[in-house]
């Protein structure tokens, strides 16, 4: 590691990930997004550093959870939960390097739901059953990548189809045309409070609800661009044009706010998980070709400025907790919602986004640092 991108860069990999994953315990006692988030970044380590522990340590925590006959422990696919499809994703890599069926099983376990998840009028999935008619950014990121990567597995091209007409709506209904950046939330019914009579988006654009939105056009750039030429090159222009507005709203040092256009004011901050999320998206972007290396320069800068100021050899700091829209008690999705949520440390969607940051700046291409990082 020593030789890598990143060590050049000014950082090695930090010993806090080590300590995390030594202290590790499942954040629920169900199958839940949050350790899939972990399982995630663990695999990409795996692959960026050739230390097969990091594999090991998911092979461990899902075979826990997988029975021989495919079910998953604490996963009610008539919970019509998006959230808990992302955790299903490690069950692609897992099965390649075991070839044990039961993780096959499970792939088509959590597939199953998907084949019957609620939809909008428009097609795409609801975030929830108990979120009926919503469709949030977070949802796409649970989703869509997985069901790429069982489109190929299971040949069928024509799931790339579908993956294609989500993204086309959402960019349709959620994107601001001004700005370019995303809002947090779409109700196709419009009865929420939190949704605009005319447009049924929420009020506020979210950063980590950016950064599962971008972390899911990369992913879903990476598993298409062989497959369905036709999904690769619509995502991939609309993850250029997504990083071209996340640039604008960037921080003078390097990092995204919790409120993204909102920086201006005094009670915004920066944070970390949308700052990691979104660091990752450039530089994976960039590694593959659909990105500029300019923008992989400055994914790698983002990184190294949230390890300076957020990370320790114990803590990850700086992340929100949560954040949502409706339910009880009412989340408005205001800007003042936004700031009274609790910021936290070492929330596993803060650190599996620095998991998979690291990854991409090991294997970040030398010729990136000599890159200009766009302001």
Not at 98 to 109: L, Q, V
Not at 332 to 360: C, H, I, Q, R, T
Request: net charge negative; glycine share 8%; aromatic share 12%.
């Amino acid at each position: 590691m020593a030789d890598s991108p990143l060590a050049r860069f000014g950082a090695q990999v930090p010993p806090f990930v080590a300590r995390y994953l030594a202290s590790w315990q499942p954040y629920r006692p169900f199958w839940n997004y949050e350790d899939g988030c972990i399982y995630k970044g663990c695999l990409d380590l795996a692959v960026a550093t050739g230390d097969t522990r990091f594999d090991d340590f998911v092979l461990r925590a899902v075979s826990e959870r997988v029975a021989a006959d495919g079910t998953i422990t604490g996963f009610d696919p008539n919970e019509f939960n998006i959230d808990n499809v992302n955790a299903g994703k490690a069950l692609f890599p897992l099965f390649a390097r075991t070839g044990e069926a039961r993780f096959r099983k499970a792939i088509d376990n959590q597939h199953a739901q998907l084949e019957r998840h609620p939809r909008t009028q428009s097609g795409n999935f609801w975030h929830k059953k108990i979120y009926p008619h919503q469709v949030w950014l977070d949802g796409l990121y649970m989703a869509q990548p997985f069901r790429c990567a069982y489109a190929q597995l299971a040949a069928r091209p024509e799931i790339f189809d579908d993956v294609r007409r989500q993204f086309a709506h959402v960019r349709e209904a959620m994107r601001d045309a001004n700005t370019g950046l995303y809002y947090h939330g779409w109700d196709e019914s419009r009865t929420e409070r939190w949704s605009n009579p005319e447009t049924g988006c929420s009020p506020c654009f979210w950063g980590r609800a950016m950064g599962w939105f971008v972390m899911a056009l990369v992913d879903c750039c990476e598993l298409s661009a062989a497959a369905s030429p036709a999904t690769h090159a619509m995502l991939a222009e609309m993850l250029r044009e997504t990083s071209e507005a996340l640039l604008r709203v960037r921080s003078t040092r390097g990092l995204w706010y919790q409120v993204l256009d909102q920086g201006c004011r005094p009670d915004d901050y920066e944070e970390t998980s949308a700052t990691l999320m979104i660091a990752y998206a450039f530089m994976k972007g960039a590694r593959h070709g659909i990105l500029p290396p300019a923008l992989g320069a400055t994914g790698l800068e983002s990184l190294q400025a949230c390890i300076d100021r957020f990370l320790t050899k114990e803590y990850l700091h700086g992340i929100c907790g949560v954040a949502g829209l409706g339910n009880v008690p009412y989340r408005d999705g205001s800007y003042e919602y936004y700031l009274s949520e609790p910021v936290v440390m070492n929330d596993p969607k803060g650190v599996g986004a620095l998991f998979m940051a690291l990854s991409e700046a090991l294997q970040v291409p030398a010729s990136f640092l000599g890159s200009r990082s766009p302001t």
